[in-house]
């Protein structure tokens, strides 16, 4: 069965700082990855998605992610936090039938003025 | 397209009493999950639907909660009776198949059982 840790339950960070939200995955198969952030009272919204291709994905509001095959990883980052970043991260990955997600416990970024 | 739409958004009830939550997905969309959120447990996926056919609910948690889609354009998700642990926030998804599956949300229902 599939699995998603954050090992991290909050990050902060300096807004101007480059940030890092960790993820790390298990899967049977191709790992199908994403990232979804949620602001408060807000359902989740998402991100970037790793299918195939090139390790380093570019998506919304500036955040990438590395796909690492090796480390089994999918860290979030952005060169530049902020303020308006902080917000709750998920990192999912798709099971082998590629419909249901399994959601990691979610990162709480804050990015501090 | 709207998005996603539930209703209501927020819902109180007394332990006991029969609670209806909707959903619109997509239009286009073909899967539809419905997830529940707490501080305690995060998001936990309840049952999805392809084609309006339930794949699967393991996730429900009890008898008490059923949910249906009579069509391609709404679903509803009711607890009969409610008790103050189902007292969460209930998300509604959907996706399209040929789309490499990113879910997009709803708003989210946010029930409190007294």
């Known amino acids: 069965a599939q699995s998603v840790a954050q090992p991290e339950d909050q990050v902060n960070v300096a807004e101007g700082n480059p940030l890092t939200v960790k993820c790390t995955y298990s899967v049977s198969g191709n790992p199908y990855l994403f990232w979804y952030v949620q602001y408060p009272n807000r359902g989740l919204q998402f991100l970037l998605k790793?299918?195939?291709?090139?390790?380093l994905v570019k998506g919304s509001y500036g955040f990438e992610a590395e796909f690492n095959k090796s480390q089994t990883s999918f860290h979030l980052k952005k060169p530049s936090a902020l303020v308006s970043d902080s917000a709750l991260y998920f990192c999912a990955v798709r099971d082998s039938d590629g419909q249901n997600f399994v959601f990691g416990p979610g990162t709480r970024l804050s990015v501090l003025p | 397209d709207a998005g996603v739409i539930q209703s209501p958004r927020h819902e109180v009830t007394e332990m006991g009493q029969e609670v209806t939550l909707r959903c619109k997905p997509i239009?286009?969309?073909?899967?539809l999950f419905w997830y529940r959120q707490t501080m305690m447990r995060g998001l936990e996926l309840l049952i999805y639907f392809n084609n309006n056919v339930p794949i699967d609910d393991s996730g429900m948690p009890e008898d008490r909660f059923s949910a249906k889609m009579p069509n391609a354009s709404f679903s509803t998700l009711k607890i009969q009776p409610s008790e103050p642990r189902d007292s969460a926030v209930y998300f509604c998804?959907?996706?399209?198949?040929?789309?490499?599956?990113?879910?997009?949300f709803g708003p989210g229902t946010r029930l409190t059982v007294l």
């Open positions: 998804a959907s996706s399209f198949n040929g789309d490499y599956n990113e879910q997009f």
């Open positions: 239009s286009g969309h073909d899967y």
């Open positions: 790793y299918i195939t291709g090139d390790n």
